[in-house]
Structures are given as C-alpha cells and as structure tokens.
C-alpha cells in the first residue's frame, strides 16, 4: 500500500499515513480499557476531556483516547465499530485535510470522531452533507453517539423554520 500511495503522492504521504497508523495503533491499545468502562463511566469522559483542555491539553493530546470513546459509543449505541481505515479518515478530517471514500464505506460514521473531538471545546460543529434527506438521517442515527455522549445534536434543512433555525444552531453538532 505505501508504494502505491509514495507513487502517487510522494514520500510525505507515506510518512504522514505511518503516523496515522502508529495513532490507530495508540486506539487500540486503549479498546479493552474504555470497553471496561461502564455507561455512565464512558459517559462522563467528555466532561473529563473538557477539564483536560481547560487545564492546556490539546485535541492532538487527547485524539487517541476521544476517538476510541467514540468507537466504544457507536459501539453500544448504533452497533457499529469504526475499522482501522476509518479511524484514519477520521484523523485526516481532524487535520482539516479530505478523506474520499466511496459509496457504503462509512463516510458517515468516520465524521462522528472528528465532530465529537472538535466539539470539545465547547464550539458547535457544523457536518454538511448533500441534501436534506442525508442531514435529517444522519442527524438522527449518529445524533445516538453524540447524545450517548452528552452533546447537542441540530439538524437544518431547507424546510427548517427561521425562526427555529437559531435553535439548531446552539447545538454542539449541527
């Protein structure tokens, strides 16, 4: 895979997929201990994240252990398991870069780790997607994990009322 990928995008590709991978790795190590948890235990890492920001640490400090509490949520809420592959989409969307992924491969799913970490500072985070139909669907079925978690979950479509509008908005994932 890494020959592929130096061919078509150069030796900084490569190494930025082998830090991703070592980070993935970090998230797995971390599965048995946060699948340990309890629900209200697991619930409460979002308020233990937050103080962690409020006392310096940063998203990149704490991506490892968000992002497996994340997994650990899906898990227990939509049953579905973020694979390896995803957790590296996520990585890329966190680092403001884009991920293509093709039809049924969990675009969807690969958003709730870098909303929910992003959304950590206590900032909405807005997910577009390409119409009305996709936002309310997906507002709804991963709006489980973000809820589970004790975020906010918005949706706006084009039949939203105005005035409900400023609503949505306040939402920690809109």
């Known amino acids: 895979m890494f020959n592929l990928v130096n061919k078509l995008f150069g030796s900084s590709s490569i190494s930025r997929l082998k830090s991703y991978a070592k980070t993935v790795e970090i998230i797995n190590k971390l599965e048995p201990t946060i699948k340990s948890l309890s629900d209200s235990e697991l619930q409460q890492k979002t308020n233990i994240f937050r103080e962690k920001i409020n006392k310096g640490s940063s998203l990149d400090e704490i991506l490892p252990e968000a992002f497996a509490v994340v997994r650990e ?102």
Request: proline residues 2%.
């Open 73 to 174: 949520a899906s898990v227990r809420t939509i049953k579905l398991r973020h694979y390896d592959v995803q957790l590296i989409g996520g990585i890329i969307l966190y680092k403001g870069m884009i991920a293509e992924m093709k039809t049924g491969e969990g675009k969807t799913l690969v958003a709730t780790l870098s909303a929910y970490l992003n959304s950590l500072n206590n900032k909405p985070v807005h997910i577009i997607t390409v119409n009305d139909y996709l936002a309310e669907r997906d507002s709804k079925w991963m709006g489980g994990i973000y809820n589970f978690l004790g975020l906010s979950v918005g949706c706006i479509t084009s039949s939203c009322p105005h005035d409900q509008r400023s609503e949505q908005y306040k939402c920690n994932i809109v």
